[in-house]
């Protein structure tokens, strides 16, 4: 198996994003986006069998992988990470391009299709259809959280031994098997005194003061006009219940939704089983 080049991609002078890219130069291009707190090693098993038919872009969105983290004082908004794919787009020349994202990656591959639909070729979209939306019933605290959490960071910088023992944390914290967790857990470190700690900004995982109602998404999700794929775990991730998953994907004109036995990486899980679903959405 042929390793991936990595490449940087520079946006302003205070930040660049990191690409780890599968595939030749002149194929079409396919742009992926990772998860909360997963970087590109997530496509370590997907991309080289994608690669035979797609230059395969792996992206670290900011504060993850070895992507920049954000200025001190600038916290993360969902909104940012859109304009910054679409920027990063532009910076890797994808006037046209396949877009494919997993969780996080995929509600913002979603909304980066609803804003810039001249560019996008096809939508791959794996455990998401739009970001994580607000009733109303936790606004109110979830506002008042986000405000008393500490300014400077989030959860304070553990140090493992080893990197087995940051694979030990990963898999106790997301139930992702070793195997699965290594090379999302081997990118994700750097080395510090008396071992290794975790690349992404801590500041990732403090709370959002505020999320999009469920009427904006829709709204926007309803501005998706490429032909669109949705894989969702079976049984259902208790945040992206069925009927919600549904409702959504009701909005969009061309859409094929399945539904795959297994946890919420799909792509790691069953990689050649998923790799098989993107080609069979392929126009004849």
């Given at each position: ?15 660049s ?29 997907l ?12 992206l ?45 990656g ?7 299709a609803?804003a ?8 791959y ?59 999302i ?13 975790w ?7 403090r ?5 999009l109602?469920?009427?904006?998404i ?7 006009e ?52 993107l080609l ?5």
């Open positions: 198996m042929t390793a991936p080049i990595e490449q940087r991609v520079t946006l302003s002078h205070h930040l994003l990191t690409a780890l890219i599968w595939g030749e130069p002149d194929s079409p291009p396919l742009l992926a986006l990772h998860g909360w707190l997963d970087n590109a090693g997530s496509y370590d098993f991309a080289p069998l994608l690669a035979r038919h797609w230059r395969v872009i792996a670290e969105l900011p504060g993850h992988g070895h992507s920049n983290h954000l200025p001190a004082g600038i916290n993360y908004h969902y909104l940012d990470y859109v304009s910054a794919v679409i920027a990063a787009a532009g910076a890797l020349q994808l006037a046209r391009y396949t877009l494919l994202g997993h969780s996080l995929a509600g913002i591959a979603s909304l980066v609803a810039t639909p001249q560019s996008i070729e096809r939508l979209l794996i455990e998401g259809l739009g970001p994580l939306g607000d009733d109303g019933s936790h606004t109110l605290q979830r506002f008042r959280d986000a405000v008393a959490a500490p300014a400077a960071s989030g959860k304070s910088l553990r140090v493992f031994q080893d990197i087995e023992q940051a694979i030990s944390a990963r898999t106790l914290a997301s139930g992702l098997r070793a195997d699965l967790a290594r090379p857990v081997e990118r994700g470190l750097a080395q510090a005194d008396g071992g290794y700690r690349r992404s900004d801590p500041r990732l995982t709370p959002s003061a505020a999320r109602a469920e009427s904006q829709r709204a926007l999700l309803a501005g998706i490429a032909p669109t794929a949705l894989l969702l775990s079976n049984p259902a991730t208790p945040y992206l219940p069925s009927a919600m998953m549904q409702e959504r994907a009701a909005l969009l004109p061309r859409i094929a939704v399945a539904h795959m036995d297994g946890g919420h990486h799909l792509h790691l899980e069953h990689p050649q089983a998923v790799a098989s679903w069979a959405e392929q126009p004849a």
